[in-house]
Structures are given as C-alpha cells and as structure tokens.
C-alpha cells in the first residue's frame, strides 16, 4: 500500500504570495492575504528595513529568523514597555492602556505569575476531557447542517467556551465576549467594530486599550465580576486575579481590567484563525487530509505546522533603549523596531524548503508563539490542545470538507485571519 504524501509545495500550499511590492503597514494589504512575495523580498535584499511612515516616526523591519529570535529573548535591548503596536502613544495613553504585553520583567513577571501555573502544558493536559466533550459538542451541533460557515460554528466556538469555563463565565456570556474581543483585535476592521482605527476618529478612546470603545465596556464587566468574586471566590482565573501578586499587594483596579481585557482579546482570536487557516488549507489539499487521516501519528508535527504556516499573529512591534548594530544597520535609542514573526517562520535559514507544508516536519522552532523569551504566549499549550482536538474529533466525523463560497480575510496588518470561510460536508 502506497502511503499518501505528507507534504505540499508552495505553488499549492499558499496558492498566491501576492504583490512583491505591497505597503506592509497597510491593513488593505493583507485582505487578499499575507503579502509574502514582498516579504520574501526584504528578506532577501533589505533584512533590517526601514520603513517610513505617514502618521509615525518610522520603524525597523526584522524578517530573518534569527534575527527575530534573538530580539525576542533581548528584552534590556529591546523593550515592549512603549508599545506592542506599529501605534506611538504619549506617556499619558502609555500607562494607562497598559497590559501584560507592555511590560518587562520583573513587572512583567509579578502578573504573569498570577495565572501561569493554570496554561502550563501539565495543567493543560488535565484539561483534555473537558475540552473533548466541547468539541464534540460544537462539531457535532455544525454537523446537523451540510453546509455552514466553519469559522463561526466551529472555529470561534470552541476557544470562546473554553475561555467562559475558564473565567467563570456562561456561554451566553462567551458570545459577548467574542465580540468584545473582534473589536479589541479587530480594531481596524468595519465588519468587528464601528470605529475602525484608520477610518474614524477615535481620539476618545485614546486612553483604553486597543483604542477601542469595546475596551470601555468590558471594564465595567470586569468590575462587576470581581466585586462578584470577591463576595463568593471560585476555581476560576478572575478570582486568582484578585489574590495577591508576591509582593503581597493586589492589582489595582486598573492592572486588573487591563488584564482582563488581554485575556478576552487573546482568548479566542488566534486559536481561532489559526484553526481556520489549518482547514483551509487541508481543504485546498485534499491529498494532506487523507494523508493526515491515514497517520494520526502526525497529529502533532501537523499542529504545529499548521502554527508555522498560519503564524496568525504576524507581528510585535519593540522600542530600542540603546543603540546597537543589526546586520549592518544602526538602529538607535528610541527607533521602534518590529519582529515579523511571519517572515521569520518562512525564512530558509529557519526552516529548510520553508514553503513546504510538512505534516511530518521533525525541527519546526516557530516564532508562532514566540521563542522561550519572557513573552511567550501564555496560552501556546492551551492553543495546541483544542486545534489537536477539533482535528482530531472531525476526523472521526467525516470524509472531508469542501470550500463552498469565497472566504473573507480580516483587515489588519497585525492578525492575519480568514474570519469567514464557508464549507460543505463531503460524506
């Protein structure tokens, strides 16, 4: 018996690397997908770019892989305290739309202490039971349909319940909580919010974060939980987010809504595009789906290529504190400079033949999550879990799906997401 391929070239993987001459700080640019052709380019001619800017002082492009991975871990060099974002905020705005990303240990580490030991890979390998039965639950409740759109019934599904057990919150809670957390993500993007970024005036909203009026609401939300928790504590993240950091001092109203609202932005969005982005292309290539089908045992080497591949978070932005030399270029004290996290994940000096997908691929270190710096997702085993279970569950359930309609990419030069893919049922 002849074993099915494992791999696909880019002429079919990607199908389109776009112009090679796209304005990467454009959200316009990446509505037809990710631009790779103009990545691929800087990262061969120019592969510490400067950009220009018209609202902004300019920035630094970082596209090689090692290159990003040494920014990464280099936080004294390279810090995330002024800005995640292409955005430039005044100190006023900078301290107040503060969050767990904007900062650098140890402040960094006095938060993230709080909630780290729940996202450690033991403790989420506790949690496979729970996250099964939610999975089949969704998939099985798409299924009554034959055709239907994959990203709301079953991509955005799964992450946002998953968060409510999580937070202590209902599924009826959880649908808001998506909402809230497109606007925050996709916050340029008219389909998720009424004020996208590039396109409305939201200097009223300047001081929350993400610049975003859902910001606004979910604060109140968040102070209403916590006034909830404090009178009856449970097993959930909002009441550990009320205990005292090691310092002995709670966070302060403000430290907790922040953080609220980057668990409700980062809870549901990425899992859920890179979900999407992993069935898109397994539906565009129907032979890596029977070849998956046929060797379960790739099922973790496939998750993470598909993590490579989407890569559904492309960039953080960092601000140097010193001047330093970066392949020949002098970047200095003060110049925003961004990892690419994209570009990185499909640089050949990373990844041999990068625009292979390899659902068998042995060495794939992606920047997907970030590397084994101090920002490393907190979620990344959380993430891999549910995209193992959904797979593996609709494997089970059927033959395979097919593209039934064109899909819609979001519009954002930070998420690189297919926020509407419909499908029908094959057998």
Known sequence: MTTPTTTTHVDDYLLDLGPD?????????????????????????????????????????????????????????????????????????????????????PEHTRLRRLVNRG????????????????AVD???AALVNDEFDFVTE????????????????????????????????????????????????TEQFRMVPFRSPAAIEIF?????????????????????????????????????????????????????????????????????????RSNPELTDTAIEEILRTSTVTMHFRRTATRDIEMRGRRIKAGDKVVMWFNSANHDAEGFPDPWRFDLARAKNDHMAFGRNGPHLCLGAWLARMELRVVFEELMKRIDRLEQNGPIERLRSNFLSGIKHLPVKVVA
Not at 119 to 134: D, N, Q, S, W
Not at 178 to 200: C, H, I, Q, R, S
Request: aromatic content about 10%; overall charge negative; glycine content about 6%.
């Open 21 to 105: 001459d796209a304005d990467i700080t454009s959200h316009d640019a990446y509505t037809d997908g990710v631009p790779h052709a103009t990545f691929n380019r800087l990262r061969a001619e120019d592969p510490v770019h400067w950009t220009d800017e018209t609202e902004g002082s300019g920035f630094w492009s970082v596209l090689r892989y090692d290159d990003a991975l040494a920014m990464s871990r280099d936080y004294q060099t390279f810090t995330s305290s002024l800005g995640i974002r292409l955005e430039e905020m005044d100190a006023e705005q900078t301290e107040a739309r503060r969050t767990l990303m904007e900062m650098d240990p």
């Open 119 to 134: 996202f450690t890979r033991r403790t989420v390998e506790t949690f496979e039971e729970p996250i099964r039965a939610l």
């Open 138 to 140: 969704v998939i099985d």
């Open 154 to 201: 079953i991509a955005e599904q799964l992450p946002m319940r998953m968060l409510g057990r999580l937070l202590g919150t209902s599924d009826e809670i959880g649908h808001q909580l998506v909402k809230w957390g497109d606007a925050l993500l996709g916050n340029t993007d008219p389909e998720f919010t009424d004020y996208p970024v590039d396109l409305a005036d």
């Open 220 to 292: 109140q939300f968040a102070q209403e939980q916590a006034a909830d928790r404090r009178a009856c504590p449970r097993d959930d993240i909002i009441t550990t987010l009320l205990e005292p950091t090691l310092d002995g001092q709670p966070l302060t109203d403000l430290e907790f809504n922040n953080f609220f609202t980057v668990l409700v932005a980062a809870g549901n969005d990425t899992t859920r595009y890179t979900m999407t982005h992993g069935m898109w292309t397994m539906m565009n290539h129907p032979s890596l789906w029977e070849a998956w």
